[in-house]
């Protein structure tokens, strides 16, 4: 117990999740309208397991690696085995699907979508099958995972409103929030000196390339918050953008300061978990 207790304090950011979670929540609870429930929680926990199960199954993928690069973190150390990870791991997918099951408890919507949700985090667990052929690829191979962010969305708010999943405004939120969630995954693994077997962005695709990469997916937030047609959302992701580029010039010139351009990222997640509620209560109340 102590060894997973020490785990859970170096590798899950138990208070990060929540704020997370509680994003995705509140974003749901803006587009469907839901006035303040205890069923509120629901899409919550659900959102909860995901993140400490995909943290997990993060973990084991990455063991090959992190003996290498980060032979100080808890697998490679050998606090915990891998064996080990990985029952506990199994077990979570099996909560998650009593989860699902019991979520037509509450509707069809939400325990299809969360249903989708834990075969797709399954699909990602093995690297669709096809892992060799993505590992030189990160952009593709993160584009693969990171679409999960629009049915996590989807899921939060079918849970709230079973009519959500015929909504273009849970999707377009959805997208809001992956621009920016796949932004924040970009941003933090800027670090120069990371050791060439992680093939960051920056050392497979190069300032320029990153460049590119993160203009790309701050216009994929901006377009979605435009068909909202919530200028609070867009003057919200404006001011995040702005952020970004100040820290990616401080970058520029010195790319000692890279931990910047993570803290950018970091805002712009944050903003985008939290606009879409603040501008849906400031026009419609």
């Known amino acids: 117990m102590t060894a997973w207790l020490s ?4 590798r899950l950011p138990l208070a990060s999740y929540a704020l997370i979670v509680g994003g995705f929540v509140m974003t749901a609870k803006a587009v469907t309208q839901t006035p303040w429930t205890w069923e509120l929680l629901i899409p919550f926990v659900g959102l909860f397991f995901f993140f400490i199960e995909l ?19 808890p697998l490679p150390r050998g606090l915990i ?13 099996v909560v998650m699907w009593v989860f699902a099951g019991l979520s037509f408890l509450l509707n069809s919507a939400s325990a299809i979508s969360y249903a989708l949700t834990v075969l797709y985090l399954y699909l990602m667990y093995k690297e ?13 191979y993160a584009c693969t995972h990171q679409i999960i962010i629009v049915l996590l969305l989807v899921y939060a708010a079918a849970s709230l409103n079973p009519e959500a999943i015929h909504s273009d405004l849970a999707y377009l939120a959805g997208f809001v929030i992956l621009g920016c969630f796949f ?26 390339g990153v460049a590119v990469i993160l203009i790309f997916l701050q216009l994929v937030s901006w377009i979605a918050a435009i068909l909202m047609k919530e200028q609070v959302v867009l003057f919200g992701l404006i001011a995040g ?33 939290y606009v879409i509620p603040l501008s849906l209560w400031l026009t419609r109340g």
């Not at 080990?84 to 997918?93: E, P, S």
């Not at 669709?128 to 593709?140: H, I, Q, R, T, Y």
């Open 7 to 10: 785990f859970i304090k170096e």
């Open 55 to 73: 943290r997990l199954m993060d973990e084991l993928k990455d063991y090959s690696k992190d003996v290498v690069a980060h032979p100080q973190r």
């Open 81 to 93: 085995s891998v064996s080990a990870m990985k029952k506990v791991v199994n077990a979570g997918l």
């Open 128 to 140: 669709f099958f096809v892992g060799e052929s993505l590992a030189n690829k990160p952009f593709l």
């Open 183 to 208: 932004t924040y995954e970009v941003a933090r693994k800027m670090d120069p000196k990371a050791h060439p077997i992680l093939k960051t962005y920056l050392s497979v695709y190069g300032r320029k």
């Open 241 to 273: 953008s702005a952020l970004l580029l100040l820290s990616w010039f401080a970058f520029m010139t010195n790319e000692a300061k890279f931990k910047l351009v993570e803290t950018a990222g970091t805002l712009c997640l944050l903003i985008s978990l």
